[in-house]
């Protein structure tokens, strides 16, 4: 297969920008934890995962989405056939070290900065989505152990999973409790030697069965009986395909879940102990409990918080290779005339001349662009959190980053495949065949709103904990930050000062509208229109990300300049009043969908 197109995939000229000229990265080298790097190591990393990316992962996106992984049943045993390109990108990335590019160093990883991991993730994001997923998977699963695993689980299965050679699952929704875990019916009973015994069903799997490597470690959420109702008694489980001794664990693959898009990724139905294997001539998959009883939906946040960041960073990837490739096409492709042009000899013109297709060049670029810087700085914000130089910088590091992370899972995913179906647009007929990329771009960007937690469980999450949390702490320091910068634009006046204001109007009244909706004493009416708020809390923090952006673009004259300031100003001038609207909704506590009696629908 051909080599994909770097500068097709991701703009390394953006990257820079962002990692050096915004967020000067190498400052984190001068910290203890980075002292080993330099920004010559983080740009040679960035351009061995673009390199990566363009020969291994680019070349099959396309043959991911045609050659979905296909059920084959052995002598009973439900198996997975996955297309013979997949194993050896993810083997390549593995042997280059990317898959542990920012732990830490006696656990094999390169320890780099967490925001220079996540643009390295970038690439593969954009390059191939379908296939890096096992490799984030993977990766959150690790971090996972190592934070709440024992020695000896951490010392058993990290290792090889960083190497490339075991493979990570989380398991939580189950076919009548998909998000309501607090509904799970998966059992674990103890054994005498510390094991236990699992049974039940879990459903929508990503990763669940394949033979990518020689093991595939599941983290199970289950219940112990006899422990607490509701969510308080679950407890997490390591689960894996094969057991140390190289016996098959008792996990059975049922069937496959067959996607609009992200076809790449096999998606499983998975028995747990249904006596298909019998461990020990007994029924039941063996697991291991990962932290303690009853502490499993806290310690499996660690893997979701890190996925929900991760599937930001994965439709922001989306979103912008496919303004890339919209950009290329417009450029290259000639269609009609300048409006002012009468006589019908006169040459067409390539369609980026039109201004409709640059008004939809531009909403990509602020849509892709702003998702990508957003998902960096949360980067940024977990290093902070581990490495700042006093405690106090660290706290205001970790409860920016819980505020932010519904906003980074959920605006890139609303919004990026708002950028892809532009697009297609902007391809007009062409971008609906499947001759051309932006069409698959755009199914699976459509996972993401879905996966990891839905809008309405983020806005939630938002509006209902993350706003609250700590006495308001969080959103306190979110208002400092987006204060701040507000100054520094005063500052700097013209443009910058402009835009300044107009956020500085827009977050006063985040913040009434937040105090109204919290005195509010019904719970369920103060939370029905939460989605409404997670969008105008979205489109603001994304505005403050692009005033950001503005400010560390301020005296370039170069293309890039420009074109931050280009994007900026469509921001401020057509998505940022999107927001007042908004939030006038909020404050008069709108009843209308509780008041719609189901019947009526």
Known sequence: MPRGDRDLILSRRDLQFLLHDWLHVDELTKRERFAEHSRETVDAVLELAADLAAEKFAPHNKRNDAEEPQFVGTDGVGRVRLHDEVAPALRAAAEAGLLSASMDAEVGGLQLPHVVGTAVQAWFHAANIGTWAYAMLTVANANLLLAHGTPEQIATWVPPMLEGRYHGTMCLSEPQAGSSLADITTKAEPRADGSYRLRGTKMWISGGEHELGENIVHLVLAKIPGGAAGVKGISLFLVPKYLENGERNDVALVGLNHKMGYRGTVNTLLNLGEGAHTPGGEPGAVGYLVGTAGGGLAAMFHMMNEARIG?????????????????????????????????????????????????????????????????????????????????????????????????????????GPEANSLAIQVHGGYGYTREYDVEQHYRDNRLNPIHEGTHGIQAADLLGRKVVMAGGAGFTALQEAVAATISRASDAGGEAAEYGARLRAALDRLVEVTAVLHAHPDAEERLANASVYLEAAGHLVVAWIWLEQLLAAAGREDELGHGKRAAARYFFRFELPKVGPQLDLLASLDRTSLDTDPSWL
């Not at 013109?349 to 998702?371: F, T």
Request: hydrophobic share 45%.
């Open 311 to 415: 599937v930001g960073a994965g439709a922001a990837a989306l979103a912008y290779t496919g303004y890339l490739k919209s950009l290329d096409y417009a450029r290259t492709r000639p269609q009609g005339r300048p409006a002012g042009a009468k006589d019908p000899a006169t040459p067409m013109v390539p369609i980026v001349r039109h201004a409709d297709v640059r008004r939809m060049l531009l909403a990509q670029k602020a849509y892709a662009e702003g998702a990508l810087a957003l998902v960096l700085y949360c980067g940024m914000l977990v290093d902070e959190e581990r490495t700042a130089p006093t405690e106090a910088e660290r706290t205001r590091a970790h409860l920016l980053l819980e505020t932010l992370t519904p906003i980074a899972k959920s605006w890139p995913s609303q919004w």
